[in-house]
């Protein structure tokens, strides 16, 4: 199984970037995608995921700004971030979550500064 994120980073406030996660070894379409950030000296934490069916949730912080999208042909989940923010710093990393297994990418560094 490999998960392995690109696309990140230094970036502009109000900037844009877009993440990509390639995956192999595992049905990507069953999964629900998931991408997680961990900021310089914060928790790992989950701020978009997009289900098997297609539902999405954003959190807070990000909602409006980053959209998430997922090509089941490709076995690829994107991340298109817009209006970057100093506080979306961190690192990124993809997340697959099964019934009964979950897998992670090594994660992409994102920098928001000017």
């Known amino acids: 199984v490999q998960l392995v994120e690109s696309g990140g980073g230094l970036v502009q406030p109000g900037g844009s970037l877009r993440l990509s996660c390639v995956t192999s070894?595992?049905?990507?379409?069953?999964?629900?995608m998931i991408w997680f950030r961990q900021a310089p000296g914060k928790e790992r934490e989950l701020i978009a995921s997009?289900?098997?069916?297609?539902?999405?949730f954003y959190a807070n912080s990000v909602k409006g700004r980053f959209t998430l999208s997922r090509d089941n042909a490709k076995s690829t989940l994107f991340l298109q971030m817009t209006g970057l923010k100093p506080e979306d710093t961190g690192v990124y990393y993809c997340n697959a979550r099964g019934t009964i297994s979950e897998y992670w990418g090594q994660g992409t560094q994102v920098t928001v500064s000017s």
């Open positions: 997009v289900s098997n069916d297609d539902y999405a």
């Open positions: 070894g595992f049905t990507f379409s069953s999964y629900t």
